[in-house]
């Protein structure tokens, strides 16, 4: 049973430049939410989806966009990228809904801003 | 808007002594999660606390969840090595959207 799988897991952008990131969920699981997490800092809500909607947002600005697809997989995707930008990104995977709302989280894909 | 606030911020301790971490939340909620995130990797689904003075154990590890639902503690009894990590606690804003503490660093010296 494959938990939840991120790509890239490190990579490097310049200013300007915009990134792709990709998720898979954990198999059983609808709804991938995704995390910012600064150097030191808890993991902060950047967008939830479910049934190839954006369900809820946090406060981060419209450079910010994603997609869900049939398969449950999902793509976070940053334009413009800000030397702020550069964190390590977790994407979570639960049941939406779910009694308990466990998150499982993959292991992040590192991005880094020159 | 909602804060979870955590402290302290950084805990080091010999192994064999105890830790305790504390959460506070700005307003009421309705369950409270913790995790723990070991250095280099990502964060893992501990246990749910929903009742009101809710306390459960799992084997070193004690977890309380406040009367008034705004405030959690982790407690982890006679640490060992393998306890190194950042331990945060979640609450939720509404449906799955978590709000995360700042979480509380601990380094257990053998």
């Known amino acids: 049973d494959a938990g939840v799988t991120q790509s890239p897991t490190h990579l490097i952008k310049t200013r300007g430049q915009q990134v792709t990131l990709r998720c898979s969920p954990k198999?059983?699981?609808?709804?991938v939410s995704w995390y910012q997490q600064a150097l030191g800092q808890g993991p902060q809500f950047i967008f939830q989806y479910y049934e190839e909607e954006e369900r809820q947002r946090g406060n981060f600005p419209d450079r910010f966009s994603g997609h869900q697809f049939p398969n449950y997989s999902s793509e976070l995707n940053v334009n413009a990228l800000l030397l702020g930008d550069s964190a390590l990104y977790l994407c979570?995977?639960?049941?939406?809904?779910?009694?308990?709302?466990?998150?499982?989280f993959g292991e992040g894909s590192r991005l880094t801003v020159l | 808007g909602q804060q979870v606030m955590q402290i302290p911020q950084y805990q080091h301790v010999q192994e064999g002594e105890d830790f305790t971490t504390y959460c506070n939340s700005s307003t009421t909620l309705s369950n409270i999660q913790w995790y723990k995130q070991r250095p280099g990797g990502h964060p893992v689904f501990l246990i749910q606390?929903?009742?009101?003075?809710e306390v459960k154990k799992q084997k070193r590890l004690t977890f309380q969840f406040g009367e008034a639902k705004k405030n959690s503690s982790l407690h982890i009894t006679a640490t060992q090595t393998t306890d190194v990590g950042t331990y945060f606690c979640?609450?939720?804003?509404?449906?799955?959207?978590?709000?995360f503490g700042t979480g509380t660093s601990l380094t257990v010296i053998p």
């Open positions: 198999s059983g699981h609808d709804t």
């Open positions: 979570a995977s639960s049941l939406y809904g779910g009694r308990t709302g466990e998150l499982f």
């Open positions: 979640a609450g939720p804003k509404t449906g799955n959207q978590f709000y």
């Open positions: 606390l929903v009742k009101s003075g």
